[in-house]
């Protein structure tokens, strides 16, 4: 009877601790046909949002604290490979703790820049957004990072990431932004500061979004200090963007936008406009389920009068 007694004592509280812990798999699988301008029509991955699948889990440690862990491979659906050639997770791959305090993570998360990057991009941030192929690259995942979150307090909250490691690049990341009803406001700083080279490439962003109810307009200004690929003596980017969803039933969302970015060299004999890039966007995307979503659109792009154009429809499908 003792035993027996004992052995339901010892199963009961293994559902107890079962309850309160979580262990899901989710993932994106995204498709597109397209055809970029003098070039043949394509089959990619990650139109609408890049393709991934992760393993992401909780366990209610008590008194509000939680222990967590993501485990985030991105995938290029065309071809089944990673995204990433040999990274076991491209994405995301870290530990951490939350509570009334926010949220930690250690190990290769998303900058505090990256959070926010997309929140103003016209064309659902996707491939067709205005700004893709016009906008200067920035390091979006970094390794050996610890990062530490707010929590939100009557709409706002911030975040700050820096990575510990002896990597060729230290890489600092911070942002500040506010959500409350129609109003969407956010501003963030990242440095990337080579160790080696001794280059130190710093943007800064501010976004915002307002919803009027029957559409909600969307505006970014960014800088960049040293942009990869500067060509010139201190080179500096200026880039802005504008855009406007439209969502014409519950299930139908259309998407416009234009973006701009100038390149110029701050000091020396050359100093002058290097790029000067401008973009332009339509999409659409319609709500076939809660997970499923197909998309389509065009995206066109004039760099130093050099013209290119995009146009692509997809599938999004989300576990």
């Known amino acids: 009877m003792k035993k027996s007694l004992i052995a339901i004592a010892v199963l009961a509280a293994a559902g107890a601790a079962s309850a309160q812990s979580s262990l899901n ?7 597109w046909i397209g055809k970029a301008k003098g070039a043949d029509a394509q089959l990619g991955s990650g139109g609408l949002a890049g393709s991934r699948v992760g393993f992401k889990g909780t366990e209610d440690l008590g008194g509000g604290l939680k222990a967590h862990f993501t485990l985030e ?15 076991a997770f491209s994405r995301q791959a870290h530990v951490g703790f939350s509570g009334g305090f926010g949220s930690v993570k ?4 998303f900058t505090a820049l990256d959070d926010i990057n997309g929140a103003a991009n016209s ?9 893709n192929n016009v906008w200067v690259a920035y ?5 050996d990072q610890i990062y530490y979150a707010t929590p939100e307090m009557g709409g706002l909250s911030g975040a700050v990431g820096f990575n510990l490691s002896g990597d060729a690049t230290d890489i600092t990341s911070m942002h500040v932004k506010y959500s409350n009803g129609p109003i969407y406001v956010g501003a963030a700083l990242q440095s990337d500061k080579s160790t080696t080279a001794g280059t130190n490439i710093q943007h800064m962003l501010l976004n915002g979004t307002y919803d009027l109810g029957m559409a909600t307009i969307k505006a970014a200004y960014r800088t960049v200090k040293n942009p990869v690929g500067g060509a010139f003596t201190n080179p500096k980017a200026t880039e802005y963007t504008f855009g406007l969803d439209y969502p014409v039933n519950s299930n139908l969302t259309l998407s416009v936008g234009y973006a701009n970015s100038k390149i110029k060299a701050t000091s020396g004999v050359l100093s002058g406009t290097t790029r000067d890039s401008v973009g332009y966007d339509f999409a659409a995307g319609y709500s076939l ?3 499923t979503t197909v998309y389509g659109g065009f995206n066109s792009t004039k760099t130093n009068g050099v013209k290119d154009s995009f146009v692509a429809a ?6």
């Not at 798999?25 to 498709?31: C, E, F, M, S, T």
């Not at 991105?74 to 040999?86: C, E, K, M, R």
């Open 289 to 291: 389920s809660k997970r």
């Open 123 to 131: 064309g659902f941030d996707s491939a067709l957004s205005a700004t």
């Open 106 to 109: 250690l190990g290769r998360s």
């Open 139 to 143: 390091t979006a995942s970094v390794n």
């Open 314 to 319: 997809g599938v999004n499908h989300a576990f």
């Open 73 to 87: 491979q991105g995938v290029d659906l065309d071809t089944g490979s990673a995204a990433a050639a040999g990274l």
């Open 25 to 31: 798999l989710y993932g994106v699988a995204d498709v």
